[in-house]
C-alpha cells in the first residue's frame, strides 16, 4: 500500500465531498468522455492502480461495456518498484499486476486511479507500463485531481476537481473495500 497520504487506509469519516450518487455520476461521466474521445471503446485497456484504482477502472470497464454492448478489458497495474520513494517507505505490499489477454502493445491504455496528487504515482505507473508493453497511446483517467502537481503530469479525465490545501487527506471510499462510495476530506490548515 502507497504511503501517499491519499493511498493510505481512507478514515471513515470527514467532511463529504462527493456521495456515492456523486461517485456513480463522475464515474459515468468518465466512461462517455472515454467512449467519445476513443470514437468507442476499440482498442481501449483500462489499468487500475492499487488500491482505489483497481475497482474504479472495473466499474469504469462495466460502464462502457453497458453503453457499447462488448467487453472492455480491465487489469491493475502495480507501482510499487518504481516509485521514488523507496528509500522513504521501504515496507510496502506488492500487490498482483493483471494485464487482461491482448496485453497493452498498439491499444489505448487508460491508467485509473482515485486521486491525482503529486503526479509521483502515475509517473511510477508509465515506468511500470513500459516494461509490459508499447501502447499506441496512453490516458489518464482519475476520480479526483486535488492538484498540488510536482511533476508535469495532467489527467485526462477527472470525476472532480478538488482544490485543497497540502495539509488536507482527500480519502476516497469504495463500495468494493470500504463498504460504501464517498470522498472525504479531513484536517486543515495548521494552526
Do not use: C, F, W
Not at 491482448?102 to 491499444?107: E, T
Not at 482519475?142 to 489527467?155: F, K, N, Q, W
Amino acid at each position: 500500500m502507497s504511503a501517499a497520504p491519499d493511498q493510505a487506509d481512507p478514515p471513515a469519516q470527514g467532511r463529504v465531498l462527493l456521495t456515492g450518487a456523486d461517485v456513480s455520476r463522475a464515474v459515468t461521466r468518465i466512461a462517455h468522455e472515454l467512449l467519445e474521445s476513443n470514437r468507442g471503446a476499440d482498442d481501449l485497456v483500462l489499468l487500475g492502480i492499487p488500491t482505489r484504482g483497481v475497482p474504479l477502472a472495473r466499474r469504469l470497464a462495466r460502464r462502457l461495456a453497458e453503453v457499447e454492448g462488448r467487453a472492455v478489458p480491465a487489469g491493475a497495474l502495480d507501482v510499487t518498484m518504481y516509485r521514488d520513494d523507496l528509500r522513504r517507505h521501504p515496507t510496502r505490499e506488492l500487490l498482483p499486476t493483471e494485464v487482461p489477454p491482448g496485453g497493452i502493445d498498439d491499444k489505448v491504455v487508460v491508467l485509473v486511479d482515485d486521486v491525482l496528487y503529486s503526479g509521483r504515482t502515475i509517473r511510477a505507473a508509465l515506468d511500470a507500463l513500459s516494461d509490459l508493453g508499447r501502447p499506441r497511446a496512453v490516458r489518464l483517467a482519475v476520480l479526483v485531481d486535488r492538484g498540488h502537481r510536482e511533476l508535469p503530469i495532467r489527467a485526462d479525465h477527472v470525476g472532480k476537481n478538488l482544490p485543497t490545501s497540502s495539509a488536507e487527506r482527500v480519502s476516497v471510499l469504495l463500495e468494493e473495500l470500504d463498504g460504501r462510495d464517498a470522498v472525504l476530506i479531513t484536517g486543515g490548515a495548521p494552526a
